[in-house]
């Protein structure tokens, strides 16, 4: 179990950049992590996650705009987001599985979440 705190959301133009970040606190046991979002009106879907050993994985629509990475070292993951749309909108969560395989069960631990809007 890991403590989550992301941070980094906000309002942004169309074709506009976001970074956020996620704070883990205890130890992640080197598990998958990811970002997930929820749109209002919508199912919360994954956005992105990463492995320990750094293999990633994207949605479609976040392919060549956004790029998760983390420090390790820092206990940290990130969400670099660039070319946003407004389609892009939502609250976003960073999760953690207790888990290294990113399985099909979603993550255990997850934090308050980041609002990220974005206006045409």
């Known amino acids: 179990q890991v403590q989550l705190v992301e941070s980094g959301g906000g309002s942004v133009q169309s074709g506009g950049s976001l970074r956020l970040s996620c704070l883990a606190s205890?130890?992640?046991?080197?598990?998958?992590m990811g970002w997930f979002r929820q749109a209002p009106g919508k199912e919360r879907e994954g956005v992105a996650r990463?492995?320990?050993?750094?293999?990633?994985r994207y949605i479609d629509s976040a392919k060549g705009r956004f790029t998760i990475s983390q420090d390790n070292a820092k206990n940290t993951m990130y969400l670099q987001m660039n070319s946003l749309k407004p389609e892009d909108t939502g609250m976003y969560y960073c999760?953690?599985?207790?888990?290294?395989?990113?399985?099909?069960?979603?993550?255990?631990?997850w934090g308050q979440g980041t609002q990220v809007t974005v206006s045409s």
């Open positions: 205890g130890d992640t046991y080197r598990n998958c």
């Open positions: 990463i492995q320990y050993n750094g293999n990633t």
């Open positions: 999760g953690a599985w207790r888990t290294i395989y990113c399985g099909v069960e979603g993550p255990q631990d």
